[in-house]
């Protein structure tokens, strides 16, 4: 049974930084392409940055140059670390697969407010 626990997240003044970890349980973040997904409210969920499984990593054009995807295979967790962020990065954030399995964990909200 996959189980993919998210956390980290918080308020943060615009320009502030964060940093998201996802614990995975079931699923290898190695042998998988993972991925960090936002949904902000009345939005729905997007795809904000990759990891294959042989390193290739990419990102919304939205983020590019802010966020930074990373992981630990050892572990079996993934990350992302969040910087210059802005209002607009507001939203609860997932980990999950590419394409994504049923088993969505409960998320971590990031609140970019002044």
């Known amino acids: 049974q996959v189980q993919l626990v998210e956390s980290g997240g918080g308020l943060v003044q615009p320009g502030g930084s964060l940093r998201l970890t996802c614990a995975g349980r079931?699923?290898?973040?190695?042998?998988?392409?993972m991925g960090w997904y936002r949904q902000a409210p009345g939005k729905e969920r997007e795809l904000v940055a990759s990891?294959?499984?042989?390193?290739?990593?990419q990102y919304a054009d939205s983020v590019k140059g802010r966020f930074t995807i990373s992981r630990d295979t050892v572990k079996n967790t993934l990350y992302l670390q969040l910087e210059k962020l802005k209002p607009e990065d507001t939203a609860v954030y997932y980990c999950?697969?590419?394409?994504?399995?049923?088993?969505w964990g409960q998320g971590t909200q990031v609140t970019v407010s002044s």
């Open positions: 079931g699923i290898s973040i190695l042998l998988n392409t």
């Open positions: 990891f294959a499984g042989r390193g290739f990593v």
């Open positions: 999950n697969s590419l394409p994504p399995t049923n088993s």
